[in-house]
């Protein structure tokens, strides 16, 4: 069973070099590691020539997200399982034999994916970040993605039949795949640890937390109109109230006070009686002013 893995990768050479490392070193050998590089003005791509004779394929050139680049990737993969690995990002010792046996044992799932850790940018442990069991409900009420992104792998079928990544997202492109995809195909977590995903300064996650907001926020308008939304049996307001109060964490995170304001006043507007819509608003513009 071949497993694809694609890396994009953009002027990441201070990482990169330990993601590439982190693949090739896996105990599983039937491999196909593909790296679709966006024009990298640092040292990328002397570091991925430095590994050419172990790539299946490899390129540079400008590209229009890293997207673009796994769409890329994967129109080139002809492993029967998929993944991606971002280019600061590493897998766990022994994780693409850990979910081969897993597609093995588990012929009926589709997608299965593991826990992951955090690490900091020296490669210190942060924390532990597990995944949680993908339900529909509660991704429509709380819009937390519950799978972490580079412990996940799904059957080359799934993309075959969905395509790839939505290329008009930023940040929220992975979590819009799992939700449209997710009517069709059966999802399974396993409790192991298979990557650790690195926190530093300028990941997405850290510079990018009020795209995550608006991005959310988008993508509860377009999916409330779908019929996978409608079998769900979650609510409009419900899952409009959910996205707005997550929303205002992350628009808080990234300094847009005002931004916060206004998704929690909607949080309180869908999820919220009027008096107690009022009393938490004041409490929060209190918090906001203390801040």
């Known amino acids: 069973m071949r497993v694809s893995v694609i890396t994009p990768s953009l002027n990441q050479g201070k990482y990169l070099e330990e993601t590439i490392r982190s693949v090739l070193s ?11 590089d966006g024009g990298s003005r640092d040292n990328s791509v002397e570091i991925i020539r430095s590994y050419e004779a172990k790539l299946a394929y490899w390129q540079t050139g400008k590209d229009r997200n890293s997207w673009d680049a796994i769409n890329q990737g994967w129109g080139k993969a ?21 979910i081969v046996d897993a597609f093995v044992r588990n012929p009926d ?10 690490i900091d940018a020296q490669g210190n442990h942060l924390h532990d970040f597990p995944s949680r069991d993908f ?25 075959h039949r969905y395509g790839g990544m939505d290329e008009t997202y930023r940040f929220c492109s992975d979590f819009e795949y799992w939700i449209r ?3 069709g195909v ?5 409790p192991v640890c298979l990557s650790l995903v690195r926190l530093h300064p300028e990941t997405k996650t850290s510079t990018m937390e009020d795209v995550q907001a608006k991005e959310l ?13 409608r079998d769900s049996g979650v609510t409009p307001h419900e899952a409009l109230g959910g996205v707005h ?10 300094g847009r006070k005002w931004e916060a304001l206004r998704s929690y006043l909607q949080y309180c507007r869908y999820s919220l009686s009027p008096l107690q819509a009022i009393y938490r608003c004041c409490r929060y513009c209190a918090s906001l002013l203390l801040r």
């Open 26 to 36: 896996q105990s599983y050998s039937d491999i196909e590691y593909i790296m679709i």
């Open 78 to 98: 002809t492993g029967q399982i998929f993944c991606y690995l971002n280019a600061d990002d590493v897998f766990a010792g022994n994780a693409i034999q850990m």
């Open 109 to 118: 799932a589709d997608v299965i994916y593991g826990d992951a850790k955090m």
């Open 135 to 159: 339900d529909l409900s509660t991704v429509f009420r709380t819009w937390e993605d519950p799978i972490r992104q580079p412990s996940a792998f799904f059957r080359a079928a799934v993309y």
């Open 181 to 183: 995809i997710a009517s």
């Open 186 to 190: 059966k999802f399974l977590h396993i």
């Open 217 to 229: 926020i988008r993508l509860c308008r377009t999916t409330i109109h779908t019929q996978i939304f």
């Open 245 to 254: 109060f997550l929303a205002s964490l992350h628009f808080r995170n990234a």
